[in-house]
């Protein structure tokens, strides 16, 4: 506890936390106002738009039918902003990343991590300190994600709906799929952290969330069978957690499983690392 409150006390005394939150709320202001998914991520749905045919298209149409490609730029209502939101909740993991910096790289580059470890705390004490605090953390974001977004589309548009049992439910279940889900990334952030112990992290963790999304779109233009690569690559199940009110029983299942294996070889991966590595 007293790793985790000199942590909290160092992050909210710099910049790097409010410039953060001002980026994190920017980005839902502007999903709520212009209607669109600010998602930072690569996702199936990618494979999709591209090839949908704009050549049948009639943008002229006064009444387009069942495709009103009108209602891509639409600000959702309050009812529909958490769906929305949750479309992006891989954005989480970009937030998160400078806060993660804070916690744990900042330690080892400037040598506190050696002088703690030396004071006589224990690494495995150390370590799970630095991921109990990213994975609140990430949790706090997810929270204000979707409340915050429900906050402002509800001002913008209105509610648009009944705030009621089916509504709750609704929003619970797409909350606790993705806390899972989110909770996966921390876990993974903080492997990354612990693997390089260094200002490299940054680009690694970038790396981890886009190139195997980037990868498995460019091998689906050669056989759309790997398209099925999506369900194992964490930003793209948390984009799909947003409709898992549609989602069959084995789908569900297999899709918090890979966030439960995401979690299991983070920790195990990242304190063994950590265990025997050289702290300079």
Do not use: H
């Amino acid at each position: 506890m007293s790793i985790i409150r000199a942590d909290i006390y160092r992050i909210v005394r710099g910049k790097g936390l409010y410039i953060t939150l001002a980026v994190f709320v920017f980005i839902m202001i502007l999903q709520v106002v212009g209607g669109m998914n600010m998602n930072a991520g690569v996702d199936s749905s990618a494979l999709d738009m591209l090839e949908f045919d704009f050549s049948d298209f009639d943008f002229d149409d006064p009444n387009p039918g069942a495709f009103d490609i009108s209602e891509l730029f639409r600000a959702p209502t309050g009812r529909e902003a958490v769906v929305r939101a949750a479309g992006g909740t891989s954005n989480i993991m970009y937030i998160l990343l400078p806060l993660v910096v804070f916690i744990g790289v900042t330690d080892f580059t400037s040598g506190s991590a050696k002088n703690v470890l030396a004071g006589g705390v224990s690494r495995g004490s150390y370590y799970f300190s630095k991921l109990l605090l990213s994975c609140i953390v990430c949790a706090a974001l997810l929270i204000v994600y979707f409340v915050f977004s429900t906050i402002a589309a509800t001002l913008w548009s209105g509610f648009g709906g009944a705030f009621d049992g089916e509504y709750l439910l609704g929003v619970a279940q797409i909350f606790l799929a993705q806390l899972l889900l989110c909770l996966a990334g921390a876990c993974a952030a903080n492997f990354f952290v612990f693997l390089m112990r260094s200002g490299g992290f940054t680009g690694v963790f970038i790396a981890f969330l886009l190139v195997p999304a980037v990868l498995i779109l460019g091998l689906s233009f050669i056989s759309r069978r790997f398209e099925q690569l999506f369900e194992y690559e964490l930003a793209s199940n948390m984009a799909a957690a947003a409709g898992i009110s549609s989602m069959t029983f084995g789908e569900i299942t297999k899709m918090l499983l890979v966030g439960l294996c995401y979690i299991v070889i983070s920790v195990a991966g990242g304190y063994a690392v950590f265990k025997r590595a050289e702290i300079k």
